[in-house]
């Protein structure tokens, strides 16, 4: 993080009070963690009674960049982690065939060539991301309609790489998880974000979002999608385009046609959302909804 301008206070910075602060005694008195500055000392930061003051961080951190970067308005681009580029999959797809001509019998490796194959053909939509992050960043600024992703693999990442193709700037947030997720390799370095608490995460995916967009993908797709549709509906976000890409995806894993017989959501709730099949018509969308 740069340094910011700041009003010249009364007060001595914290950063100089940090710089006193090392500058001790080597005493038993001056070693003990309770003579550390609060701020200093991790042990007490990750107390699960400092839980409200970590939120209040995680919160605080991006939105001061975000601020500083002048990044106005974004596009949030949400889809599955576990959907490659074509080459990959078609890769994938060899390898798994070619195990499962090793042992025909082996119901596993039946089902691996299956998945393997849907992976290939859901990989359109790796390039149908990547052609839209390029479109959308090819005719906005770099402050304005700024793509936004969850910063991984997948469908995130061919957001990020159609931003970077086009010379222009993208944003990651990534999250903390039991298996390792890395932020992919085309999401702008100073605008690469990494969050603890999915709350507060998912609050920044939409402080800024005029629109979104989503592709094909598992829970947390499915839980990001859910979420904004609820905000929307009642009314704690302002409207906007909620684009889901590959009708027959959509049509084959939610019944949202059910949920109206049901009683459970309005008939006006089904034009909270618009299918949408290519990059293009997602983009004719968004810039008439925005104005461009």
Known sequence: MSD??????LFSSAQEAALSARQRDDS?????ASYQLAFQDPDFLLLDELRPVRLQLELLKPELILIEQHIESTVVIFGSARI???ETAEAALVSAQAEHRKDK???????RVDIARRALENSRYYDEARNLGNLISSNTSKDKLVVITGGGPGIMEAANRGAHEAGMPSIGMNIVLPHE?????????????????FAV???????????LVVFPGGFGTLDELFETLT????????PMPVL??????????VNFDALVEEGTISAEDLDLFTYVETAEEAWELISEAVGT
């Open 4 to 9: 910011r301008s700041r009003k010249k206070s």
């Open 105 to 111: 019998q082996n119901p596993d490796l039946a089902r």
């Open 84 to 86: 490659p580029d074509p």
């Open 231 to 238: 905000l929307i509906q009642t009314q704690k976000v302002q």
């Open 28 to 32: 038993p008195q001056c070693r003990s």
């Open 244 to 253: 889901l890409f590959g009708k027959d995806f959509w049509d084959r894993i």
């Open 201 to 211: 995460r998912k609050m920044h995916l939409l402080m800024r979002a005029k629109s």
């Open 181 to 197: 997720q890395r932020p992919n390799p085309y999401i702008t370095p100073d605008l690469n974000f990494r969050f603890h608490y």
